[in-house]
């Protein structure tokens, strides 16, 4: 059985080839069947995650099972990776059944008490060959966020340089205009801030959270950038409901096999799109458009 890669080890290699890596979400069978395929086909690393709901739904045993059988069927090194870990004791439990990559998400803390728990993390996690993910500024939901409330929570790169000397994280994930869910307008990336905030920590992969709904111009200036790990889920849930709910409406049958099958399908272009995008070598795009 292949084992999964730390998750620093993919965004570094993807840091100096100047890709990104795609880290997508996965709730049950049929959708991690549809990111194995896009990735098989694409010949690509990517980041399988679970956010804690979904651990709650499967179960660790079933989830880390699963995405080992994922990974013996790829040539690619993948990671599996705790999405928005909200504690020491979930991050632990996930490390203890084979979580090679977590994160730990104290961005609605206080600064000293989101270094505090995450430094927590990290002593843990590198004890055992893991990586850490932390976020810095808040990445909101665009249910309940407006624009003054995002920027309000955007990541300082002041503060973004203390956070990685306190914590030693080894990603992480900052506020720069993006967020969870559909978006309700145009979606506003301060590039400025964005870039500024690598220029400070040269040698911390940056992690845009919220690309579902971002067009492949902002992912591409973003990856451009510095950042190195793209999420994606609201995307990727939206299309499978569809395409089950649309596979219900307009047949009797009642196989389940072939019920999934098109919400598979529509899954993994999904998948493929975001894969194809996050690996690009902009450099070479660049000089070839030139």
Same mark, same amino acid.
């Given at each position: 059985?292949?084992?999964?890669?730390?998750?620093?080890?993919?965004?570094?290699?993807?840091?100096?080839?100047?890709?990104?890596?795609?880290?997508?979400?996965?709730?049950?069978?049929?959708?991690?069947?549809?990111?194995?395929?896009?990735?098989?086909?694409?010949?690509?690393?990517?980041?399988?995650?679970?956010?804690?709901?979904?651990?709650?739904?499967?179960?660790?045993?079933?989830?880390?099972?699963?995405?080992?059988?994922?990974?013996?069927?790829?040539?690619?090194?993948?990671?599996?990776?705790?999405?928005?870990?909200?504690?020491?004791?979930?991050?632990?439990?996930?490390?203890?059944?084979?979580?090679?990559?977590?994160?730990?998400?104290?961005?609605?803390?206080?600064?000293?008490?989101?270094?505090?728990?995450? +430094?927590?993390?990290?002593?843990?996690?590198?004890?055992?060959?893991?990586?850490?993910?932390?976020?810095?500024?808040?990445?909101?939901?665009?249910?309940?966020?407006?624009?003054?409330?995002?920027?309000?929570?955007?990541? +300082?790169?002041?503060?973004?340089? +203390?956070?990685?000397?306190?914590?030693?994280?080894?990603?992480?994930?900052?506020?720069?205009?993006?967020?969870?869910?559909?978006?309700?307008?145009?979606?506003?990336?301060?590039?400025?801030?964005?870039?500024?905030?690598?220029?400070?920590?040269?040698?911390?992969?940056?992690?845009?959270?919220?690309?579902?709904?971002?067009?492949?111009?902002?992912?591409?200036?973003?990856?451009?950038?510095?950042?190195?790990?793209?999420?994606?889920?609201?995307?990727?849930?939206?299309?499978?409901?569809?395409?089950?709910?649309?596979?219900?409406?307009?047949?009797?049958?009642?196989?389940?096999?072939?019920?999934?099958?098109?919400?598979?399908?529509?899954?993994?272009?999904?998948?493929?799109?975001?894969?194809?995008?996050?690996?690009?070598?902009?450099?070479? +795009?660049?000089?070839?458009?030139?």
């Amino acid at each position: 059985m292949r084992k999964f890669w730390p998750s620093r080890s993919l965004l570094d290699i993807a840091a100096k080839e100047g890709k990104a890596i795609a880290a997508l979400n996965f709730y049950n069978a049929e959708t991690l069947i549809a990111h194995t395929r896009a990735a098989k086909f694409l010949k690509a690393s990517i980041i399988l995650q679970t956010t804690e709901a979904t651990i709650n739904y499967l179960g660790l045993p079933m989830i880390v099972g699963m995405a080992q059988s994922a990974a013996s069927e790829l040539e690619q090194p993948l990671s599996l990776h705790l999405d928005h870990g909200g504690s020491y004791e979930l991050a632990a439990r996930c490390m203890d059944h084979g979580y090679t990559s977590v994160m730990i998400d104290g961005s609605k803390l206080s600064f000293s008490q989101n270094c505090a728990m995450t +430094r927590r993390v990290v002593d843990l996690a590198h004890s055992a060959g893991v990586s850490v993910e932390g976020e810095l500024g808040h990445v909101g939901q665009n249910s309940d966020t407006s624009i003054e409330d995002q920027t309000r929570w955007f990541t +300082r790169p002041e503060d973004a340089s +203390r956070f990685v000397d306190e914590t030693q994280v080894d990603a992480l994930a900052v506020a720069v205009g993006t967020a969870h869910g559909f978006y309700k307008g145009e979606v506003r990336i301060d590039f400025q801030r964005l870039k500024l905030i690598s220029d400070t920590i040269p040698n911390t992969p940056l992690v845009l959270h919220g690309g579902s709904g971002v067009s492949t111009e902002l992912l591409r200036k973003a990856i451009n950038c510095g950042i190195r790990k793209v999420n994606f889920g609201t995307e990727l849930k939206n299309a499978f409901t569809r395409a089950v709910k649309n596979s219900l409406c307009f047949s009797d049958d009642i196989d389940l096999r072939r019920t999934f099958q098109p919400a598979i399908a529509a899954v993994e272009e999904i998948s493929r799109s975001k894969i194809s995008i996050c690996s690009e070598n902009l450099t070479e +795009r660049q000089t070839s458009s030139s």
